[in-house]
């Protein structure tokens, strides 16, 4: 009965996207230039939030620019139903794979399985223990780095503080060593709570458990949540408490509405260190068509992270991710897994 039902969602899940055709398909390497010929699929774990609705929007993009037809497949957090997914994406007879996080435990097999089927796989921010599989990221040890080192700018190197972190999921772990690392280096550094979940709605839950993190630690002056869900949760407990001239949020990822939260007056994040979601979605697919033209991408494919301070956006006067593309042009795109014959999306 369960795997029925994961079957059902699966099928329901997947939406063909007919890509737009290159104008220069035939100056492209094949498979690409047969156009409509390749298809590929993204298999998602996490998909709610502002950071992978843009991820998702960048796939659509470089995918609709090289001409291929996009299938996704969205497990909504269930790590049993993802690897379900990859396999039907196998049987539908899929060129290549995008896996978009999940767990190590369950994509490990899952993605052995469309290699052994002749499938090309990239895995962005899942590690499948694969060394035939490039591994797409933001540089997530830095995104933790960058803005840790911005909280120490900002409050020096004592602090009582909070932590927002969910082990097993690859991007939160990468961080969290650079959380460790500055620990035992600034040892006035107190952590006094961590909390973290990925339940659905994640911003609200992780409000909840920030809630009863400050209300049990009310010295706590200073958050790090390094993701702009466990950060918007963070922000509302911190409103509802009163506490936004007292505690300081300090993140990764960024969105529209992220912007907007960091510049409400008063507001109490502070920072955050971020790529453009579309851009690493762009450059996830661009991975992928190397592979697929029989080119080498490399084991890791990194889309270098940039520092956004809520000084920054009050100054340029930033609304949203347009604006902020406009005044950091590495925003715009990453020359990354850009090979001559590859087209690029509209801009």
Same mark, same amino acid.
């Given at each position: 009965m369960?795997? @029925?039902?994961?079957?059902?969602?699966? #099928? &329901?899940?997947g939406?063909m #996207?007919?890509?737009?055709?290159p104008a220069l398909?035939?100056?492209m390497?094949?498979?690409?230039?047969n156009?409509g010929?390749? !298809?590929i699929? #993204?298999?998602?774990y996490?998909?709610? %939030?502002?950071f992978?609705?843009a991820?998702l929007?960048?796939?659509e993009?470089?995918?609709a620019a #090289?001409?291929?037809?996009?299938?996704v497949?969205?497990?909504?957090?269930?790590?049993?139903?993802?690897?379900? &997914?990859?396999?039907q994406?196998i049987?539908l007879?899929v060129?290549?794979?995008?896996i978009?996080?999940?767990?190590?435990e369950?994509?490990k097999?899952?993605a052995?399985?469309?290699?052994?089927?002749?499938? !090309?796989?990239?895995a962005?921010?899942?590690?499948?223990?694969?060394?035939?599989?490039p591994?797409?990221e933001?540089?997530?040890?830095l995104l %933790? @780095?960058? +803005?840790?080192?911005?909280?120490l700018?900002?409050?020096?190197d004592k602090?009582? +503080?909070?932590?927002v972190?969910?082990? %097993?999921?690859?991007?939160?772990?990468?961080?969290?060593?650079?959380?460790?690392?500055? !620990?035992?280096?600034n040892?006035?550094?107190?952590?006094? +709570?961590? =909390?973290?979940t990925?339940?659905?709605p994640?911003?609200n839950?992780?409000?909840?458990?920030?809630?009863s993190?400050?209300q049990?630690n009310?010295? =706590?002056?200073?958050f790090?949540?390094?993701y702009?869900?466990?950060?918007k949760g963070? @922000?509302?407990a911190?409103?509802?408490a %009163?506490? $936004?001239?007292?505690?300081?949020?300090y993140s990764?990822?960024?969105? $529209?509405?992220?912007?907007s939260?960091?510049?409400?007056p008063?507001?109490?994040w !502070?920072? /955050?260190?971020a790529?453009?979601? +579309?851009?690493?979605g762009e450059?996830s697919v661009?991975?992928?068509a190397?592979?697929?033209?029989g080119e080498?991408?490399?084991?890791?494919?990194i889309?270098?992270? /940039?520092?956004i $301070?809520?000084?920054f956006?009050?100054?340029k006067?930033? @609304?949203? &991710?347009?604006?902020?593309?406009?005044? &950091?042009p590495?925003?715009?795109?990453?020359?990354v897994?850009?090979?001559?014959?590859?087209?690029?999306p509209p801009?």
């Open positions: 369960t795997l @029925k039902r994961r079957t059902m969602l699966g #099928l &329901m899940g939406a #996207l007919a890509g737009a055709t398909a035939a100056d390497p094949a498979p690409f230039d156009a010929e390749v !298809k699929a #993204l298999v998602r996490l998909s709610t %939030g502002d992978f609705q991820y929007s960048g796939v993009a470089q995918s #090289l001409g291929v037809d996009l299938r497949f969205d497990s909504r957090q269930d790590a049993a139903l993802q690897a379900d &997914m990859v396999d994406a049987a007879g060129d290549g794979i995008v978009q996080h999940g767990l190590t369950s994509m097999d899952a052995q399985r469309a290699l052994d089927a002749g499938i !090309k796989v990239v962005f921010d899942v590690n499948v223990e694969n060394e035939s599989i591994q797409v933001q540089s997530d040890y %933790g @780095k960058m +803005a840790l080192d911005q909280a700018a900002d409050n020096g602090w009582e +503080a909070g932590y972190y969910v082990p %097993g999921i690859a991007p939160l772990d990468r961080r969290h060593v650079a959380w460790e690392e500055i !620990k035992a280096a040892p006035g550094i107190n952590e006094r +709570a961590v =909390i973290g990925l339940d659905n994640i911003a839950a992780n409000a909840n458990q920030a809630r993190a400050l049990a009310p010295d =706590i002056n200073v790090f949540a390094p702009d869900e466990f950060a963070v @922000k509302i911190v409103d509802e %009163g506490l $936004t001239d007292q505690v300081s949020i990764a990822d960024v969105s $529209t509405a992220d912007i939260a960091m510049r409400e008063g507001s109490a !502070k920072a /955050t260190v790529t453009n979601p +579309a851009v690493v450059v661009r991975a992928l190397m592979l697929l033209a080498d991408p490399g084991a890791s494919v889309v270098p992270p /940039t520092l $301070t809520q000084a956006l009050n100054d006067d930033i @609304k949203n &991710m347009g604006d902020l593309a406009a005044n &950091m590495q925003f715009a795109h990453a020359d897994a850009m090979p001559g014959w590859m087209p690029q801009r």
